[in-house]
């Protein structure tokens, strides 16, 4: 269950290279948004790494597994209303920038579904690898999710605009320093 924590970083990787984090320029509406994206995707990332941890005990039983879930829901629920709440970015692509987000949002809510279900129905010592199964699965196709939104951005932006917010974000810059 280690590697749990390391599908972690790499999520986180796959964000960084998609151009977060560089230097600290001026703030602008774009800046602002930028960071507060960096920030959701932080606070998200340090549950999920506290999830993987919890996870990759030896004494896992239909409780622990249960609480490691609700654990991540509640951090995947502020996750979903901060990224909702962001607002569009001050871009030529802002719009399509926000719908990308909200698409992203979306998609992890229907994942926290899916996971919170099979947690639910789990039963026994095989309900209990069913789910920690499918809670790194989900944690897996989060983080393809998550890079493929910012290639998605990426394509969207190209004055690059959104890459210099990113790079001129303080919280970009704290969210590259931690992965």
């Known amino acids: 269950m280690r590697w749990l924590a390391l599908l972690v970083v790499a999520l986180l990787a796959a964000f ?10 001026g703030e602008s509406a774009a800046t602002e948004w ?3 994206v960096c920030s959701a995707i932080t606070s998200w990332s340090e549950s999920i790494s506290s999830t993987a941890a919890s996870l990759s005990g030896g004494n896992l039983n239909e409780d622990s597994v249960k609480d490691a879930v609700d654990d991540l829901a509640s951090a995947t629920n ?3 209303d901060d990224v909702r709440g962001l607002g569009t970015p001050d871009t030529e692509a802002g ?3 926000r719908e990308a987000l909200d698409q992203f949002a979306d998609d992890v809510d229907e994942s926290l579904s899916t996971v919170q279900k099979t947690v639910d129905d789990a039963e026994g010592l095989a309900g209990v690898a069913e789910a920690v199964t499918a809670v790194s699965a989900a944690i ?9 939104t910012f290639a998605e951005l990426e394509q969207l932006d190209a004055g690059g605009e959104l890459e210099a917010a990113f790079k001129e974000a303080d919280s970009c810059d704290e969210l590259e320093s931690g992965g």
């Open 16 to 25: 960084l290279a998609s151009g977060c984090g560089g230097d600290d320029g």
């Open 34 to 36: 930028a960071g507060d």
């Open 78 to 80: 502020d996750f979903i």
């Open 95 to 97: 719009e399509q920038a």
């Open 140 to 148: 897996s196709a989060l983080g393809a999710q998550l890079s493929s």
